[in-house]
């Protein structure tokens, strides 16, 4: 039991030491330039990535001032566009409907980063796709090597696999912890949170 632990702390401690702050920093960048030009900020993540892509949202609109918003959020109008559009379009129909444009910004969350060839998360594929007809920002916080998002990422933040058999976990425990580095960097963060003002 308690070696299981040591080794997966373990893992988390590689993960973090090898994370490339030079695309963290790129990322930062990348989203005060878009806050700045006034533009939004869109996150878009499915199953447990579609769960921080909505802790994400408070916390980009609450501590660094951007307005942000994730599709997942409207449970009636996601699956009104499941039903009635498909799964694959309905992330890239609901920015469509957003009035995605070049100011603005999509920022994935994703173990993979979608791969249209092996069918994996085909609707962050089509969403991309569909933002860069429109010339809007892309960003990523990814595991794996990234796939789809990482290639067509203007910037993108790949989380190391220092094993493999724990991609998963490790990969979506990460997204929290960059979302949270990014909203309390200097560069983005325009409110104190709560506990720390509180002292």
């Not at 702390?9 to 702050?21: C, G, N, P, T, Y």
């Not at 994400?56 to 039903?83: H, Q, S």
């Not at 994935?108 to 994996?120: D, K, P, T, Y």
Request: net charge negative; hydrophobic share 50%; charged share 15%.
């Amino acid at each position: 039991m308690t070696e299981f632990c040591e080794l997966y702390l373990s893992e988390v401690q590689q993960i973090a030491e090898q994370l490339d702050r030079g695309s963290i920093t790129k990322v930062v960048h990348t989203l005060v330039s878009v806050r700045n030009a006034g533009g939004r900020l869109f996150i878009l993540g499915v199953g447990g990535s579609a769960a921080n892509a909505s802790h994400a949202v408070n916390d980009f609109r609450k501590i660094a001032g951007m307005a942000a918003y994730t599709p997942t959020d409207n449970v009636a109008e996601l699956t009104a566009r499941i039903n009635d559009e498909g799964w694959n379009s309905a992330f890239a129909l609901w920015l469509q409907a957003s009035g995605l444009c070049h100011k603005d910004c999509v920022l994935v969350l994703s173990v993979g980063g979608g791969n249209a060839e092996r069918n994996v998360s085909v609707n962050l594929v089509a969403a991309l796709a569909y933002a860069a007809t429109v010339a809007a920002w892309i960003v990523a916080i990814v595991g794996r090597d990234g796939g789809y998002a990482a290639k067509v990422a203007d910037a993108c933040i790949i989380i190391p696999t220092v094993e493999p058999a724990r991609v998963t976990p490790h990969s979506e425990a990460f997204q929290a912890i960059i979302w949270h580095l990014l909203v309390s960097h200097p560069a983005l963060k325009q409110s104190e949170t709560k506990w720390e003002s509180a002292v």
